[in-house]
């Protein structure tokens, strides 16, 4: 499967503890997003890579939440002393810079977080 | 504010009827227009992408049309599967946008039942 992948797939914890997700990206794909998304809503754009640089951070991303890309391919998603409206599902997408005037995201199934 | 709305909220249709979603933007000038599905706890997938300057965009049981005027887009979908429940989700992409600004409709959930 040479999709983007996630995981874990869901992850359920106590509310203060620290998660962190994984996100592996279609390989030759030097863009990297993050997205939250609540139940029946549309996601909400998180932050973005291009290789191994963090281009933008959205104002969701509070100071709980930190995302890194060290090499360039994978990226993780790390919250801190979640709480309870942390609880959604996390998407990762990416995307190939190729000159277009617009480059579509592919998106990976998503990690779904519940709070307790 | 820049704003997406999409209509209905949730459709059920038979199994082999034609249905069309509706997308109401406020966002202008804008880049791109989007429709995505989304099945049930999985990523959204590419259905069509339209320029500002396309009026539709077809891929296989699918169009788009996009109505600049009118800041209007619609999916319409032909000869409807069960396959097709799902939700569908609107994305416009604002001109020269940071990506933060991408703004994603609330998606219209779909039912097809036999």
């Known amino acids: 499967d040479t999709g983007v992948s996630q995981d874990p797939r869901h992850k359920i914890t106590k509310r203060g503890q620290n998660v962190t997700f994984r996100c592996d990206p279609i390989?030759?794909?030097?863009?990297l997003y993050w997205y939250r998304q609540t139940l029946g809503q549309g996601p909400e754009f998180l932050t973005y890579?291009?290789?191994?640089?963090?281009?933008?951070k959205s104002r969701l991303l509070s100071d709980r939440f930190s995302a890194e890309r060290p090499k360039g391919s994978f990226s993780t998603l790390e919250i801190q002393r979640t709480e309870q409206g942390d609880s959604a599902m996390y998407l990762c997408a990416s995307s190939l810079l190729a000159g277009a005037h617009y480059n579509e995201q592919f998106f990976g199934p998503g990690t779904r977080l519940t709070v307790l | 504010k820049n704003q997406v709305e999409q209509s209905p909220q949730s459709l059920i249709i038979l199994e082999g009827k034609n249905c069309t979603l509706q997308c109401n933007y406020t966002v202008s000038p804008f880049s791109n227009l989007r429709w995505y599905k989304q099945d049930t706890g999985r990523g959204p997938v590419s259905l069509t992408i339209m320029t500002f300057s396309e009026n539709t965009k077809s891929n296989g049981r699918y169009t788009a049309t996009l109505d600049a005027d009118t800041k209007q887009s619609s999916l319409h979908i032909t000869a409807s599967q069960l396959s097709d429940s799902a939700s569908y989700i609107c994305v416009v992409i604002p001109q020269g946008t940071s990506y933060d600004k991408v703004i994603f409709g609330p998606g219209t959930s779909l039912s097809v039942i036999p």
């Open positions: 890579f291009q290789n191994e640089a963090q281009l933008e």
């Open positions: 390989s030759e794909h030097n863009r």
